[in-house]
């Protein structure tokens, strides 16, 4: 049985704000070393729930924020940029994806470090008319290779979003989001606990749990991104794009997974807090 585990950092045990998750940050070498802890915490849930097979893939910011001398041993490790596709060797042979260390989608009220992919830029990321955060984004990547996310850990309001697009799956609250850059944290030990918790049950609820479904049409996409300044969406709209308002560039995928690439050359890789 093989699991993919993808890795943010915003939604990681004992993480609270911008300072951790900057490469630059005050407390970002904290930031690493949690964000190992809670990584390790899936592995090791995956394992001792039935997986033989563990990737672990480095997905914030430019990646490299993982400690690869402190990962258990028996995971790989998928770490630099860029990559296409968006998570290499995600594909029908996989059997189920962790979203570790997610947050929620921008504009989510009093949510810890909330924003979808690019805070500086975007104010909200719609496919077929739904707002989408990142758990959506990846949950459909995911389905598109016929994986389900089975598990995810990260705030509250990251955990209820992800239930809401996704069902029943397994979760694990790590924080209670209070704003932005706020939040009520346990300890990192107790988070580790139910990142392992979460992971070794959906590990074991495998078989009930079935890919994601867009709402509407899952082909052709239909993305819409509205952006903070209309000088962003000036520059977005290029040939092949919709230009719905002064904010907002519409362009059609015929699957989610093929607007990865541009969006990682338009944007780079560093997403602002
Ligand atoms: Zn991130």
Redesign the pocket.
């Known amino acids: 049985m093989r699991i993919y585990i993808s890795v943010?950092?915003?939604g990681i045990s004992g993480i609270n704000g911008p300072e951790y998750?900057m490469r630059d940050g005050r407390w970002y070498a904290a930031g690493q070393r949690l964000m190992t802890a809670d990584a390790n915490a899936a592995v090791r849930g995956a394992f001792d729930g039935g997986a033989d097979e563990v990737i672990v893939a480095d997905m914030?910011?430019s990646s490299g924020n993982i400690l690869v001398e402190e990962l258990d041993p028996r995971a790989l490790l998928l770490a630099g940029t860029p990559h296409q596709p968006r998570f290499p060797f995600l594909d029908e042979t996989v059997d189920g994806v962790f979203l570790v260390g997610y947050h929620a989608m921008a504009g989510t009220l009093a949510a810890n470090l909330e924003h979808t992919m690019n805070s500086a830029s975007w104010f909200r990321f719609c496919v077929n008319g739904t707002p989408f955060g990142e758990v959506g984004i990846d949950a459909e990547i995911a389905a598109e290779c016929g994986v389900p996310v089975v598990m995810v850990s990260g705030d509250d309001k990251l955990c209820e979003e992800s239930r809401a697009l996704l069902g029943n799956i397994e979760t694990a609250v790590t924080k209670q989001g209070l704003g932005r850059q706020s939040a009520l944290c346990l300890s990192p030990q107790y988070g580790n606990n139910r990142v392992y918790a979460a992971a070794r049950r959906a590990v074991e609820r495998l078989s009930e749990l079935e890919p994601f479904a867009l709402p509407e049409t899952p082909s052709p996409a239909r993305v819409a991104i509205t952006y903070k300044m209309v000088p962003d969406a000036d520059r977005a709209n290029v040939a092949g794009t919709r230009r719905l308002d002064g904010y907002t560039v519409e362009t059609t995928y015929n699957r989610l997974s093929d607007m990865y690439g541009g969006l990682w050359r338009e944007y780079g890789v560093e997403?602002k807090i």
């Open positions: 943010d950092m915003e998750v914030h910011g997403k």
